[in-house]
């Protein structure tokens, strides 16, 4: 893979992972207003960039296997980094959604 198809790669793993942690957060503040049907959208939204981003490093893993070897350099630690948070934190959002869709119909 040449240098600049590299780095739209690792740019689209970072913006994934952007908007996908994005969507998670607007995910929590639609539920803490009460507007679970927002919270939902945000959470399949964030689930979508998720979605692109795992087609992505499945891409990138099945490249390896078949011997193009895929340099690691500070960009693709920080995409990988960026995106793991985004999948920790769409994690943690679709809990807080969850908790406040309960406290919601305990009220």
């Known amino acids: 893979m040449d240098k600049?198809?590299?780095m739209q790669v690792v740019?689209?793993?970072i913006m994934a992972?952007?908007?996908?942690?994005?969507?998670?957060?607007?995910?929590?503040?639609?539920a803490k207003k009460g507007d679970f049907?927002?919270?939902e959208k945000?959470?399949?939204?964030?689930n979508q960039a998720l979605n692109q981003a795992h087609n992505v490093q499945?891409?990138?893993?099945?490249?390896e296997a078949q011997g193009q070897k895929t340099p690691v350099d500070l960009y693709l630690v920080h995409a990988q980094d960026h995106l793991m948070t985004a999948i920790?934190?769409?994690d943690l959002a679709q809990e807080f959604v969850d908790v406040y869709?309960?406290?919601?119909?305990n009220h």
């Open 58 to 63: 499945t891409e990138m893993l099945t490249q």
């Open 17 to 30: 992972g952007g908007n996908a942690k994005g969507s998670s957060i607007a995910a929590i503040q639609a």
């Open 101 to 105: 869709k309960r406290i919601e119909e």
């Open 4 to 6: 600049d198809k590299r």
């Open 11 to 13: 740019m689209g793993l």
């Open 42 to 46: 945000n959470l399949t939204a964030a």
């Open 37 to 39: 049907l927002a919270a």
């Open 88 to 90: 920790a934190f769409k």
